[in-house]
Antibody, heavy 120, light 110 residues
Framework: QVELAESGGGVVQPGGSLRLSCAAS????????MFWVRQAPGKGLEWVAL????????YYADSVRGRFTTSRDNSKNTLYLQMNGLRGEDTAVYFC?????????????WGQGTLVAVSS | QSALTQPASVSGSPGQSTTISCTGT?????????VSWLQQHPGKAPKLIIY???NRPSGVSSRFSGSKSGDTASLTISGLQAEDEADYYC??????????FGGGTKLTVL
């Protein structure tokens, strides 16, 4: 069965960096685009980033562009989110999710999320 | 990248039906068939319950149905059950090739 497992969250000071990972299993990872989505405490879902199946195309929300970078290693079935210049408003649970069909923007399977807390 | 518009809350009694709306623009909801609905229980990850406007993934109850008219999509839950109490989010593919979510709707089963 499809499984996504995020890791790498934690507490970081403002201006700091963190790298999240998302280990995928149960499907052909290299065939699917992937999203990062976050949810601030008590708030709704916010799309953060999208990476194409081959890693050649990447898109970012305005709120993180220039600070966050997503990448993937298809040989390791792993998705990454490098977060630099972290701010208080980046505090959230970060989910990785799979795009059901190429270019459909349909987040079908989700990981359990990893919490990032930006605080001094 | 403005969020899609959903009502903050809806409620209904067990056995009744309720509908949640999701309004976007011609650049997202109105322009594509890729509208999804997600259910999220407290402390859990979201779960896809409707994709491509009106399709249910395997295992999702037929009590959940979706539709779309113009720039507004809707999720209808019939025969409300206590377990349906959760937050519901719509999402849509956008003309930028990205993804946008609604602000979320809290469903209370009275």
């Amino acid at each position: 069965q499809v499984e996504l497992a995020e890791s790498g969250g934690g507490v970081v000071q403002p201006g700091g960096s963190l790298r999240l990972s998302c280990a995928a299993s149960g499907f052909t990872f290299s065939s699917y685009a992937m999203f990062w989505v976050r949810q601030a405490p008590g708030k709704g879902l916010e799309w953060v980033a999208l990476i194409s199946h081959d890693g050649n195309n990447k898109y970012y929300a305005d709120s993180v562009r220039g600070r966050f970078t997503t990448s993937r290693d298809n040989s390791k079935n792993t998705l990454y989110l490098q977060m630099n210049g972290l701010r208080g408003e980046d505090t959230a649970v970060y989910f990785c999710t799979r795009d059901r069909l190429h270019g459909s923007g349909t987040p079908d399977y989700w990981g359990q999320g990893t919490l990032v807390a930006v605080s001094s | 990248q403005s969020a899609l518009t959903q009502p903050a809350s809806v409620s209904g009694s067990p056995g009744q039906s309720t509908t949640i709306s999701c309004t976007g623009t011609s650049s997202d909801v109105g322009g594509y068939k890729y509208v999804s609905w997600l259910q999220q229980h407290p402390g859990k990850a979201p779960k896809l319950i409707i994709y491509e406007v009106n399709n249910r993934p395997s295992g999702v109850s037929s009590r959940f149905s979706g539709s779309k008219s113009g720039d507004t999509a809707s999720l209808t839950i019939s025969g409300l059950q206590a377990e349906d109490e959760a937050d519901y989010y719509c999402s849509s593919y956008t003309s930028s090739g990205t993804l946008v979510f609604g602000g979320g709707t809290k469903l209370t089963v009275l």
